[in-house]
């Protein structure tokens, strides 16, 4: 059996790394007519500018930053949640409970996200706009984060929280399974020497930070290539500024929203390739970072 299963395994291997990089090849020869001519000014400046007859420019700098900003937000709210779910659906919930938890996780990383997309722009939206920005703008309005004065529903700050309730299930899951499979001997060790419950589980959380780094990669990896709900709660406006208050772009969102009428352009299809593959640089080098993360605690804990 080992004859000829070997070959069958290495050829599935061999199969993604020549899909992985066709799709590399082919955004890169696309992306090629806008390169060339924009050069770094396409990563650096954010000006979109579309003529179907006179002069083309484009820059991708403010879809480049919302990207990173709502993921930022995404990740940075989901982490403690996703940590706090896990410990608690493992350590404290009782059977029952933990039953249902486990049904509702599983439930809301099966929703399509045109669902999220919907109720976010319904529901999530307005009820930021009134109970969270515009309070922070009347009362901290000095703070240069939350100086823009907001005027829509449809902000950065938004896409932020709805991506964080959208990746909370995946990285709980990743996070609830590494910290399960934590020997009990483990536990038992901690609380006979004398150690409280809140000081085992940061112990114990302490031995899964491989894992944690891994939801943490999935997370940032699934907020910035998120499309669909994105495009309907960001606000979809070119422009730069540090409050999440103010309505922006990520590069997904842009594909999304640009590229049926691209092709009326000339220079345009090139440029939509263009963030296309400045996205798939960003998520291989978190990848990259995840998996050097992963591995080096995973020298030291060996669970």
Known sequence: MRDW??????????????????MILFLTYKSVPVLSREGLSFILDSGWIASEGGEEYYGIAAALLGTLYTSAIAVALALPVSVSLSVFVVEMAPRKIRTVLEGAILMM??????????????????????????PLHGSLGWFPL?????KTG????????????????????????????????YREGLYALGTTRAEAILVLLRMVKSSIAVA??????????????VSMVVGNTMGISISPFRPGY???????????????????????YGSALILMGISTAIAVLGLWLARRWSIKWRI
């Open 5 to 22: 299963l070997r070959p069958v395994l290495a050829s599935a291997a061999l199969l993604i790394l020549l899909v992985l990089g066709a």
């Open 109 to 134: 990383a099966l929703l399509p996200t045109v669902l999220y997309g919907l109720w976010g722009l319904t529901y999530l939206g307005p009820f930021l706009l009134r109970y969270v920005m515009c």
């Open 146 to 150: 939350f100086s823009e004065e907001p």
């Open 154 to 185: 449809n902000t950065i700050l938004t896409a932020g929280v709805l991506l964080a309730i959208m990746i909370t299930p995946y990285m709980t899951a990743i996070i609830k399974d590494a910290y399960s499979s934590i020997p009990r001997e």
């Open 216 to 229: 943490v990669v999935l997370g940032l990896g699934r907020a910035a290539g998120e499309t669909v709900a």
């Open 250 to 272: 990520t590069i997904s969102s842009l594909i999304a929203n640009q590229f049926g009428n691209a092709f009326l352009y000339r220079l345009m299809p090139s440029a939509l």
